[in-house]
Protein backbone atom coordinates (compact mmCIF):
# COMPACT_ATOMS: atom_id res chain seq x y z
CA UNK A 1 0.00 0.00 0.00
CA UNK A 2 1.57 3.17 -1.06
CA UNK A 3 1.69 6.31 1.72
CA UNK A 4 -0.92 8.24 -0.44
CA UNK A 5 -3.16 5.59 -0.14
CA UNK A 6 -2.05 5.25 4.02
CA UNK A 7 -2.74 9.14 4.02
CA UNK A 8 -5.87 9.21 2.19
CA UNK A 9 -7.20 6.69 4.94
CA UNK A 10 -6.13 8.60 7.68
CA UNK A 11 -7.71 11.70 6.69
CA UNK A 12 -11.00 9.25 5.78
CA UNK A 13 -11.11 8.24 9.58
CA UNK A 14 -13.52 11.80 11.09
CA UNK A 15 -15.96 11.33 8.04
CA UNK A 16 -16.65 7.29 8.82
CA UNK A 17 -16.89 8.33 12.70
CA UNK A 18 -19.65 10.97 11.80
CA UNK A 19 -21.75 8.33 9.69
CA UNK A 20 -21.14 5.62 11.99
CA UNK A 21 -22.42 6.98 14.65
CA UNK A 22 -25.71 7.92 12.93
CA UNK A 23 -26.06 4.49 11.69
CA UNK A 24 -25.03 2.52 14.72
CA UNK A 25 -22.04 1.04 13.46
CA UNK A 26 -19.54 -0.85 14.94
CA UNK A 27 -15.94 0.00 13.38
CA UNK A 28 -13.14 -2.10 15.02
CA UNK A 29 -9.15 -2.90 14.27
CA UNK A 30 -6.63 -5.22 15.21
CA UNK A 31 -3.11 -5.97 13.62
CA UNK A 32 -4.39 -9.67 12.01
CA UNK A 33 -5.80 -9.80 9.17
CA UNK A 34 -9.46 -11.37 8.03
CA UNK A 35 -7.58 -14.31 5.86
CA UNK A 36 -10.82 -15.87 4.16
CA UNK A 37 -14.39 -15.86 4.02
CA UNK A 38 -14.33 -19.58 3.62
CA UNK A 39 -15.31 -20.89 7.16
CA UNK A 40 -13.26 -24.34 6.87
CA UNK A 41 -10.22 -22.56 5.10
CA UNK A 42 -7.93 -20.84 7.91
CA UNK A 43 -8.19 -21.14 11.93
CA UNK A 44 -6.98 -18.22 13.54
CA UNK A 45 -8.84 -15.45 15.63
CA UNK A 46 -10.11 -13.05 13.46
CA UNK A 47 -11.00 -14.79 10.48
CA UNK A 48 -12.70 -17.10 12.67
CA UNK A 49 -14.46 -14.32 14.93
CA UNK A 50 -15.49 -12.30 11.60
CA UNK A 51 -16.72 -16.16 10.09
CA UNK A 52 -18.40 -16.34 13.63
CA UNK A 53 -21.13 -13.59 12.54
CA UNK A 54 -21.73 -15.00 8.83
CA UNK A 55 -21.87 -18.66 9.62
CA UNK A 56 -23.74 -20.26 13.15
CA UNK A 57 -22.60 -23.85 14.32
CA UNK A 58 -24.97 -26.68 15.82
CA UNK A 59 -23.50 -25.33 19.25
CA UNK A 60 -22.65 -21.91 20.13
CA UNK A 61 -20.57 -20.49 23.02
CA UNK A 62 -22.26 -17.94 25.49
CA UNK A 63 -20.93 -14.69 27.32
CA UNK A 64 -18.92 -16.62 29.60
CA UNK A 65 -17.79 -19.77 27.17
CA UNK A 66 -20.52 -21.99 28.61
CA UNK A 67 -22.82 -24.18 26.09
CA UNK A 68 -25.43 -22.61 24.22
CA UNK A 69 -27.75 -24.39 21.51
CA UNK A 70 -27.08 -22.64 18.05
CA UNK A 71 -28.62 -24.57 14.65
CA UNK A 72 -28.90 -27.53 16.89
CA UNK A 73 -32.16 -27.05 19.11
CA UNK A 74 -30.99 -29.86 21.55
CA UNK A 75 -28.97 -33.13 21.31
CA UNK A 76 -28.94 -36.50 23.37
CA UNK A 77 -26.03 -39.15 23.68
CA UNK A 78 -27.89 -42.58 22.79
CA UNK A 79 -24.68 -44.44 23.08
CA UNK A 80 -20.94 -43.76 24.19
CA UNK A 81 -20.09 -42.84 20.13
CA UNK A 82 -23.86 -42.09 19.21
CA UNK A 83 -24.95 -38.27 19.73
CA UNK A 84 -28.43 -37.25 18.00
CA UNK A 85 -29.00 -33.65 17.08
CA UNK A 86 -32.33 -32.09 16.57
CA UNK A 87 -31.95 -29.15 14.22
CA UNK A 88 -33.93 -25.81 14.44
CA UNK A 89 -37.22 -25.58 12.26
CA UNK A 90 -37.33 -22.31 9.92
CA UNK A 91 -33.61 -21.33 9.95
CA UNK A 92 -33.11 -19.43 6.84
CA UNK A 93 -29.97 -18.97 4.83
CA UNK A 94 -29.30 -15.38 3.80
CA UNK A 95 -30.62 -15.63 0.49
CA UNK A 96 -33.88 -17.01 1.81
CA UNK A 97 -33.64 -20.68 1.31
CA UNK A 98 -34.47 -23.41 4.36
CA UNK A 99 -31.13 -24.67 6.56
CA UNK A 100 -31.67 -28.49 6.50
CA UNK A 101 -29.91 -31.62 7.99
CA UNK A 102 -28.76 -31.92 4.08
CA UNK A 103 -26.51 -28.72 5.02
CA UNK A 104 -24.97 -30.33 8.22
CA UNK A 105 -23.84 -33.43 7.21
CA UNK A 106 -22.03 -31.70 3.69
CA UNK A 107 -20.57 -29.24 6.27
CA UNK A 108 -19.13 -31.87 8.50
CA UNK A 109 -17.68 -33.91 5.67
CA UNK A 110 -16.14 -30.81 4.24
CA UNK A 111 -14.48 -29.55 7.13
CA UNK A 112 -12.91 -33.17 7.07
CA UNK A 113 -11.32 -32.37 3.89
CA UNK A 114 -7.79 -32.35 3.19
CA UNK A 115 -7.63 -28.47 2.58
CA UNK A 116 -9.45 -27.64 5.81
CA UNK A 117 -8.35 -26.01 8.48
CA UNK A 118 -10.64 -27.42 10.67
CA UNK A 119 -9.89 -31.69 10.09
CA UNK A 120 -8.98 -32.49 14.03
CA UNK A 121 -12.69 -31.01 14.93
CA UNK A 122 -14.29 -32.11 12.46
CA UNK A 123 -12.79 -35.91 12.57
CA UNK A 124 -13.37 -35.98 16.22
CA UNK A 125 -17.38 -35.24 15.14
CA UNK A 126 -17.16 -38.72 13.45
CA UNK A 127 -19.22 -39.21 10.21
CA UNK A 128 -22.73 -37.28 9.82
CA UNK A 129 -26.03 -39.33 9.14
CA UNK A 130 -29.23 -37.63 7.81
CA UNK A 131 -32.23 -39.36 9.47
CA UNK A 132 -34.46 -36.88 8.48
CA UNK A 133 -34.69 -33.23 7.21
CA UNK A 134 -34.09 -31.88 10.65
CA UNK A 135 -32.32 -34.63 12.55
CA UNK A 136 -28.61 -35.55 12.20
CA UNK A 137 -27.11 -38.44 14.34
CA UNK A 138 -23.28 -38.70 14.51
CA UNK A 139 -21.46 -41.70 14.60
CA UNK A 140 -17.91 -41.42 16.15
CA UNK A 141 -14.83 -43.77 15.99
CA UNK A 142 -14.01 -43.98 19.84
CA UNK A 143 -16.31 -42.56 23.02
CA UNK A 144 -15.74 -38.00 22.24
CA UNK A 145 -16.23 -36.09 25.78
CA UNK A 146 -15.73 -33.15 23.96
CA UNK A 147 -18.07 -33.72 21.51
CA UNK A 148 -20.03 -30.48 21.77
CA UNK A 149 -16.52 -28.58 22.12
CA UNK A 150 -15.72 -30.49 18.75
CA UNK A 151 -19.03 -29.47 17.16
CA UNK A 152 -18.80 -25.96 18.54
CA UNK A 153 -15.99 -25.17 16.07
CA UNK A 154 -17.44 -26.07 13.09
CA UNK A 155 -19.16 -23.44 10.98
CA UNK A 156 -21.96 -24.83 8.59
CA UNK A 157 -22.23 -24.01 5.23
CA UNK A 158 -25.32 -24.05 2.07
CA UNK A 159 -24.58 -27.40 0.51
CA UNK A 160 -26.51 -26.05 -2.36
CA UNK A 161 -24.44 -22.38 -2.50
CA UNK A 162 -21.13 -24.61 -1.96
CA UNK A 163 -22.14 -26.61 -4.90
CA UNK A 164 -23.50 -23.20 -6.89
CA UNK A 165 -20.17 -22.30 -6.92
CA UNK A 166 -18.05 -25.02 -7.22
CA UNK A 167 -16.44 -24.75 -3.82
CA UNK A 168 -17.18 -28.22 -2.54
CA UNK A 169 -13.60 -28.45 -0.61
CA UNK A 170 -12.19 -25.66 1.40
CA UNK A 171 -10.23 -22.91 0.17
CA UNK A 172 -6.16 -24.79 -0.16
CA UNK A 173 -5.28 -21.46 2.12
CA UNK A 174 -1.67 -23.06 2.04
CA UNK A 175 -1.26 -22.71 -2.04
CA UNK A 176 -2.74 -19.84 -1.78
CA UNK A 177 -5.86 -21.05 -3.56
CA UNK A 178 -8.31 -18.43 -4.81
CA UNK A 179 -11.89 -19.28 -4.57
CA UNK A 180 -15.40 -17.77 -4.76
CA UNK A 181 -15.61 -18.71 -0.56
CA UNK A 182 -12.62 -16.89 0.05
CA UNK A 183 -14.14 -13.67 -0.79
CA UNK A 184 -17.74 -14.13 -0.71
CA UNK A 185 -20.03 -16.01 1.53
CA UNK A 186 -23.77 -17.05 2.58
CA UNK A 187 -24.64 -18.70 6.02
CA UNK A 188 -27.43 -18.44 8.88
CA UNK A 189 -25.40 -15.76 11.08
CA UNK A 190 -26.39 -12.57 12.77
CA UNK A 191 -24.75 -10.42 10.19
CA UNK A 192 -24.60 -10.63 6.28
CA UNK A 193 -20.99 -10.39 4.30
CA UNK A 194 -21.41 -7.50 2.41
CA UNK A 195 -17.19 -6.55 1.05
CA UNK A 196 -14.68 -8.14 1.65
CA UNK A 197 -10.59 -6.19 0.30
CA UNK A 198 -8.10 -8.43 1.95
CA UNK A 199 -5.86 -6.28 3.51
CA UNK A 200 -8.11 -2.90 3.18
CA UNK A 201 -11.72 -3.28 5.35
CA UNK A 202 -14.16 -6.04 5.55
CA UNK A 203 -18.11 -4.78 6.17
CA UNK A 204 -20.96 -6.53 7.83
CA UNK A 205 -24.67 -6.09 7.82
CA UNK A 206 -27.10 -7.19 10.43
CA UNK A 207 -29.36 -9.83 9.34
CA UNK A 208 -32.63 -8.95 10.30
CA UNK A 209 -33.89 -12.88 10.11
CA UNK A 210 -31.59 -14.38 12.23
CA UNK A 211 -33.04 -16.75 14.43
CA UNK A 212 -31.12 -16.11 17.47
CA UNK A 213 -33.02 -12.42 17.54
CA UNK A 214 -36.06 -14.20 19.14
CA UNK A 215 -34.02 -16.18 21.35
CA UNK A 216 -33.09 -13.26 23.08
CA UNK A 217 -29.22 -14.07 21.61
CA UNK A 218 -28.81 -10.15 19.97
CA UNK A 219 -28.67 -8.00 22.66
CA UNK A 220 -26.55 -5.47 21.06
CA UNK A 221 -27.86 -2.27 18.59
CA UNK A 222 -25.04 -2.99 16.17
CA UNK A 223 -26.53 -2.48 12.49
CA UNK A 224 -23.09 -2.90 10.25
CA UNK A 225 -19.79 -3.86 11.12
CA UNK A 226 -16.82 -2.35 9.36
CA UNK A 227 -13.40 -4.10 10.22
CA UNK A 228 -10.35 -2.39 9.04
CA UNK A 229 -6.66 -4.40 9.64
CA UNK A 230 -4.32 -1.78 10.49
CA UNK A 231 -0.61 -3.31 11.42
CA UNK A 232 0.46 0.23 12.77
CA UNK A 233 -0.18 0.45 17.10
CA UNK A 234 0.33 4.36 16.48
CA UNK A 235 -2.40 4.44 13.15
CA UNK A 236 -4.89 2.39 15.04
CA UNK A 237 -4.39 4.00 18.25
CA UNK A 238 -4.70 7.77 16.66
CA UNK A 239 -7.97 6.27 14.99
CA UNK A 240 -9.17 5.17 18.09
CA UNK A 241 -8.26 8.68 19.97
CA UNK A 242 -9.94 10.44 17.45
CA UNK A 243 -13.30 8.95 17.03
CA UNK A 244 -12.17 7.07 13.72
CA UNK A 245 -12.53 3.92 15.79
CA UNK A 246 -15.14 1.99 17.65
CA UNK A 247 -12.91 -0.76 19.44
CA UNK A 248 -9.55 -1.74 19.42
CA UNK A 249 -8.80 -5.58 20.09
CA UNK A 250 -5.28 -5.51 20.80
CA UNK A 251 -3.42 -2.16 22.21
CA UNK A 252 -0.53 -2.16 22.63
CA UNK A 253 0.48 -2.68 26.07
CA UNK A 254 2.97 -0.02 26.33
CA UNK A 255 0.13 2.52 25.64
CA UNK A 256 -2.62 1.00 28.30
CA UNK A 257 -1.53 2.98 30.88
CA UNK A 258 -1.83 6.56 28.90
CA UNK A 259 -5.28 4.85 26.84
CA UNK A 260 -6.79 4.98 30.78
CA UNK A 261 -6.15 8.49 31.67
CA UNK A 262 -8.41 9.23 28.35
CA UNK A 263 -11.93 9.99 29.31
CA UNK A 264 -13.12 9.18 26.02
CA UNK A 265 -11.69 5.58 26.17
CA UNK A 266 -12.82 2.57 28.54
CA UNK A 267 -10.37 0.01 28.59
CA UNK A 268 -12.04 -3.82 29.50
CA UNK A 269 -10.59 -6.03 30.96
CA UNK A 270 -10.87 -10.18 31.90
CA UNK A 271 -9.05 -13.51 31.96
CA UNK A 272 -7.64 -15.01 28.18
CA UNK A 273 -7.32 -18.21 27.02
CA UNK A 274 -3.99 -17.95 25.18
CA UNK A 275 -0.99 -18.97 25.48
CA UNK A 276 2.64 -18.38 24.04
CA UNK A 277 5.36 -20.80 22.53
CA UNK A 278 8.39 -21.08 20.82
CA UNK A 279 8.08 -24.10 18.18
CA UNK A 280 10.92 -25.91 16.13
CA UNK A 281 11.20 -28.39 13.38
CA UNK A 282 11.98 -31.38 15.36
CA UNK A 283 11.39 -33.72 12.29
CA UNK A 284 14.06 -32.75 9.20
CA UNK A 285 17.06 -35.10 9.81
CA UNK A 286 18.81 -31.07 8.30
CA UNK A 287 16.75 -27.85 9.60
CA UNK A 288 15.89 -25.88 6.27
CA UNK A 289 17.05 -22.54 8.26
CA UNK A 290 20.45 -23.12 9.97
CA UNK A 291 24.26 -23.15 9.78
CA UNK A 292 24.54 -26.33 11.04
CA UNK A 293 24.78 -29.19 8.00
CA UNK A 294 23.86 -32.99 8.03
CA UNK A 295 22.23 -32.49 11.54
CA UNK A 296 19.19 -31.11 13.13
CA UNK A 297 19.93 -29.68 16.49
CA UNK A 298 16.56 -29.48 17.61
CA UNK A 299 16.23 -33.32 17.33
CA UNK A 300 18.65 -33.10 20.94
CA UNK A 301 16.43 -32.18 24.10
CA UNK A 302 19.83 -30.94 25.60
CA UNK A 303 19.43 -28.32 22.85
CA UNK A 304 15.59 -27.58 23.30
CA UNK A 305 16.22 -27.41 27.12
CA UNK A 306 19.29 -25.05 26.51
CA UNK A 307 16.72 -22.89 24.13
CA UNK A 308 14.35 -22.90 26.96
CA UNK A 309 17.15 -21.74 29.89
CA UNK A 310 18.24 -18.73 27.80
CA UNK A 311 14.76 -17.15 27.69
CA UNK A 312 14.10 -14.52 30.87
CA UNK A 313 10.26 -14.62 30.41
CA UNK A 314 9.98 -12.43 33.63
CA UNK A 315 12.37 -9.82 31.71
CA UNK A 316 9.96 -10.05 29.18
CA UNK A 317 6.77 -9.77 30.82
CA UNK A 318 8.05 -6.92 32.85
CA UNK A 319 9.95 -4.79 30.38
CA UNK A 320 8.50 -6.02 26.85
CA UNK A 321 4.32 -6.82 27.59
CA UNK A 322 4.56 -4.40 30.66
CA UNK A 323 3.32 -6.86 32.78
CA UNK A 324 0.02 -7.92 30.54
CA UNK A 325 1.69 -11.29 30.59
CA UNK A 326 2.12 -14.37 32.58
CA UNK A 327 5.21 -16.49 32.28
CA UNK A 328 4.10 -19.89 32.53
CA UNK A 329 5.61 -23.47 32.21
CA UNK A 330 2.54 -24.84 30.14
CA UNK A 331 1.97 -24.91 26.46
CA UNK A 332 -1.91 -24.95 26.79
CA UNK A 333 -4.15 -22.15 27.65
CA UNK A 334 -6.30 -22.74 30.38
CA UNK A 335 -4.91 -24.79 32.60
CA UNK A 336 -7.04 -24.26 35.13
CA UNK A 337 -10.00 -25.91 33.38
CA UNK A 338 -8.43 -29.48 34.25
CA UNK A 339 -7.06 -28.19 37.93
CA UNK A 340 -3.76 -29.33 36.92
CA UNK A 341 -0.68 -29.47 39.72
CA UNK A 342 0.66 -26.04 40.59
CA UNK A 343 4.17 -27.68 41.25
CA UNK A 344 3.73 -28.40 37.16
CA UNK A 345 3.69 -24.32 36.62
CA UNK A 346 7.52 -24.24 37.38
CA UNK A 347 10.02 -22.54 34.52
CA UNK A 348 12.76 -23.59 33.74
CA UNK A 349 15.44 -21.46 35.63
CA UNK A 350 16.78 -18.65 33.50
CA UNK A 351 20.42 -19.27 33.22
CA UNK A 352 22.51 -19.27 30.38
CA UNK A 353 25.45 -20.67 31.78
CA UNK A 354 23.84 -23.78 31.72
CA UNK A 355 22.51 -22.99 28.34
CA UNK A 356 25.75 -22.86 27.26
CA UNK A 357 26.87 -25.90 28.86
CA UNK A 358 23.66 -27.48 27.13
CA UNK A 359 24.60 -26.85 23.90
CA UNK A 360 28.24 -27.82 24.39
CA UNK A 361 27.17 -31.39 25.59
CA UNK A 362 25.15 -31.77 22.80
CA UNK A 363 28.33 -30.99 20.53
CA UNK A 364 27.61 -27.56 19.46
CA UNK A 365 29.98 -25.41 21.72
CA UNK A 366 30.61 -22.49 19.46
CA UNK A 367 26.74 -22.49 19.20
CA UNK A 368 24.73 -22.20 15.91
CA UNK A 369 23.02 -19.99 13.50
CA UNK A 370 19.25 -20.43 12.80
CA UNK A 371 16.41 -18.55 11.03
CA UNK A 372 12.94 -18.02 13.37
CA UNK A 373 9.59 -17.18 11.61
CA UNK A 374 8.12 -14.26 13.67
CA UNK A 375 4.21 -12.78 13.37
CA UNK A 376 4.82 -9.11 12.84
CA UNK A 377 2.05 -8.55 15.74
CA UNK A 378 4.94 -10.10 18.16
CA UNK A 379 7.66 -8.22 16.52
CA UNK A 380 8.47 -6.89 20.27
CA UNK A 381 8.71 -10.21 21.71
CA UNK A 382 10.89 -12.00 19.01
CA UNK A 383 13.51 -9.23 19.21
CA UNK A 384 13.64 -9.43 23.07
CA UNK A 385 14.27 -13.74 22.33
CA UNK A 386 16.89 -13.01 19.58
CA UNK A 387 18.77 -10.96 22.15
CA UNK A 388 18.50 -13.50 24.99
CA UNK A 389 19.29 -16.89 22.87
CA UNK A 390 22.27 -14.90 21.73
CA UNK A 391 23.32 -14.85 24.93
CA UNK A 392 23.61 -18.62 25.08
CA UNK A 393 25.00 -19.28 21.67
CA UNK A 394 22.40 -19.22 19.20
CA UNK A 395 22.36 -16.71 16.63
CA UNK A 396 18.67 -16.18 15.92
CA UNK A 397 17.76 -14.09 11.89
CA UNK A 398 14.00 -13.20 12.14
CA UNK A 399 11.89 -13.45 9.23
CA UNK A 400 9.03 -11.22 9.94
CA UNK A 401 5.81 -11.82 8.02
CA UNK A 402 2.06 -10.45 8.28
CA UNK A 403 -0.30 -12.24 9.68
CA UNK A 404 -1.43 -14.04 6.72
CA UNK A 405 2.40 -14.63 5.06
CA UNK A 406 3.25 -16.02 8.36
CA UNK A 407 0.63 -18.81 8.78
CA UNK A 408 0.91 -19.62 4.77
CA UNK A 409 4.32 -20.32 5.86
CA UNK A 410 4.26 -22.19 8.95
CA UNK A 411 0.95 -24.34 7.95
CA UNK A 412 3.43 -25.53 4.93
CA UNK A 413 5.73 -26.31 7.99
CA UNK A 414 8.32 -24.01 5.81
CA UNK A 415 9.89 -23.05 9.45
CA UNK A 416 12.98 -24.64 11.68
CA UNK A 417 11.86 -21.57 14.40
CA UNK A 418 8.90 -20.05 15.34
CA UNK A 419 6.61 -18.47 18.10
CA UNK A 420 3.20 -18.99 17.86
CA UNK A 421 0.07 -18.02 20.68
CA UNK A 422 -2.86 -20.91 21.13
CA UNK A 423 -6.20 -19.53 21.74
CA UNK A 424 -8.51 -22.56 23.12
CA UNK A 425 -12.28 -22.51 24.75
CA UNK A 426 -12.01 -24.51 27.67
CA UNK A 427 -10.86 -28.53 27.64
CA UNK A 428 -7.28 -28.64 27.13
CA UNK A 429 -7.67 -31.86 25.03
CA UNK A 430 -8.34 -29.83 22.46
CA UNK A 431 -4.92 -28.41 22.67
CA UNK A 432 -3.18 -31.67 22.97
CA UNK A 433 -4.47 -32.87 20.04
CA UNK A 434 -4.11 -30.39 18.07
CA UNK A 435 -0.65 -28.78 18.83
CA UNK A 436 1.16 -31.50 20.38
CA UNK A 437 -0.20 -35.04 19.32
CA UNK A 438 1.55 -36.49 15.86
CA UNK A 439 0.38 -35.35 12.78
CA UNK A 440 -2.17 -37.44 11.37
CA UNK A 441 -5.55 -37.59 9.67
CA UNK A 442 -7.36 -36.85 12.88
CA UNK A 443 -4.14 -34.74 14.84
CA UNK A 444 -1.96 -32.20 14.65
CA UNK A 445 -2.58 -30.18 12.11
CA UNK A 446 -1.17 -27.17 14.26
CA UNK A 447 1.60 -29.36 15.18
CA UNK A 448 4.42 -26.94 12.93
CA UNK A 449 7.48 -28.69 14.60
CA UNK A 450 5.96 -31.68 13.33
CA UNK A 451 7.46 -34.01 16.77
CA UNK A 452 6.20 -37.90 17.40
CA UNK A 453 6.64 -39.25 20.76
CA UNK A 454 4.50 -42.19 20.66
CA UNK A 455 3.87 -42.52 24.30
CA UNK A 456 2.84 -39.19 24.14
CA UNK A 457 0.43 -39.39 21.59
CA UNK A 458 -0.67 -43.07 23.56
CA UNK A 459 -1.41 -41.24 26.11
CA UNK A 460 -3.50 -38.47 24.45
CA UNK A 461 -5.46 -40.41 22.56
CA UNK A 462 -7.06 -42.50 25.70
CA UNK A 463 -7.51 -39.59 27.31
CA UNK A 464 -9.79 -38.45 23.78
CA UNK A 465 -11.75 -41.37 24.70
CA UNK A 466 -11.57 -41.70 28.67
CA UNK A 467 -15.20 -41.05 29.81
CA UNK A 468 -14.47 -41.30 33.66
CA UNK A 469 -13.50 -37.82 34.60
CA UNK A 470 -10.47 -38.59 36.95
CA UNK A 471 -8.98 -40.69 34.95
CA UNK A 472 -9.09 -38.36 31.94
CA UNK A 473 -7.34 -36.15 34.46
CA UNK A 474 -4.67 -38.00 35.87
CA UNK A 475 -4.27 -38.96 31.36
CA UNK A 476 -3.97 -35.06 30.76
CA UNK A 477 -1.58 -34.74 33.78
CA UNK A 478 0.73 -37.21 32.40
CA UNK A 479 0.29 -35.83 28.96
CA UNK A 480 1.09 -32.38 29.87
CA UNK A 481 4.11 -33.81 32.30
CA UNK A 482 5.10 -35.86 28.98
CA UNK A 483 5.50 -32.54 26.43
CA UNK A 484 7.45 -30.47 29.80
CA UNK A 485 9.88 -32.92 29.97
CA UNK A 486 10.35 -33.80 26.28
CA UNK A 487 10.57 -29.59 25.97
CA UNK A 488 8.90 -30.41 22.96
CA UNK A 489 8.07 -26.52 22.81
CA UNK A 490 9.28 -23.74 25.06
CA UNK A 491 6.55 -21.96 27.08
CA UNK A 492 6.38 -18.55 27.27
CA UNK A 493 3.45 -17.13 28.75
CA UNK A 494 -0.22 -16.59 28.91
CA UNK A 495 -1.36 -13.27 27.64
CA UNK A 496 -3.49 -11.09 29.74
CA UNK A 497 -4.23 -8.64 27.26
CA UNK A 498 -6.83 -5.69 28.10
CA UNK A 499 -9.32 -4.30 24.89
CA UNK A 500 -9.62 -0.73 24.30
CA UNK A 501 -13.04 0.99 22.89
CA UNK A 502 -14.48 4.04 22.70
CA UNK A 503 -16.49 5.48 26.05
CA UNK A 504 -19.45 5.12 24.40
CA UNK A 505 -19.20 1.46 23.24
CA UNK A 506 -20.17 -1.42 25.63
CA UNK A 507 -18.68 -4.60 24.73
CA UNK A 508 -18.44 -8.07 26.48
CA UNK A 509 -14.99 -9.34 27.32
CA UNK A 510 -14.81 -13.47 26.16
CA UNK A 511 -11.35 -15.13 27.47
CA UNK A 512 -11.70 -17.14 23.91
CA UNK A 513 -10.50 -13.44 22.16
CA UNK A 514 -13.61 -13.05 20.63
CA UNK A 515 -15.30 -10.14 20.03
CA UNK A 516 -19.35 -10.66 19.60
CA UNK A 517 -20.79 -7.71 17.58
CA UNK A 518 -24.37 -9.02 18.29
CA UNK A 519 -23.11 -8.11 22.12
CA UNK A 520 -22.09 -4.83 21.56
CA UNK A 521 -23.98 -1.66 22.05
CA UNK A 522 -22.75 1.56 20.69
CA UNK A 523 -24.69 4.97 22.34
Known sequence: MTSRVVLALLLAVPVMFVQAAQAQTL??????????????????????????????????????????????????????????????????????????????????????????????????????????????????????????????????????????????????????????????????????????????????????????????????????VVYTPLASDATRLAALASGGLDFVLDPPPQDIERLRRDPNIRIIEGPENTAFFLGMDQNRDELLYSSI?????????????????AIDMDAISRTVLRGFAKPTAFAIPNPESIALPQE????????????????????????????????????????????MLAKAGITVNIVMGSPAVYYAKIRKLDTSLYIAGWVSSVDPIITLQSIVHGRDDSNGDWNVGNFRDLKLDDTIDKAKVELDLVKRRELIIEAVRMLQEGVYMVPLYRRLAPWASRANVQVVHRPDMTLEALWVNVR
Open 27 to 224: RWSNQGNYLSADPHAQNTIITTAINGHVYDRLVLRGKKLEFVPGLAASWTQTAPTVWVFNLRKGVKWHDGSDFTADDVVFSIRRAQGPTSGYRVFANAAGAPRKIDDYTVEFTTPVPNPVMLDSLGQLFVMSKAWCEKYKVQQAQDFVRKEETHAARNAMGTGPFVLVSHEPDVKTVLRKNPRWWGIREGLFDGNVKE
Open 293 to 309: KGRNPFKDVRVRRALYH
Open 344 to 387: MDRRLRHDPAAANKLLADAGYPSGFTVTMDCDSRLEKVCTALVA
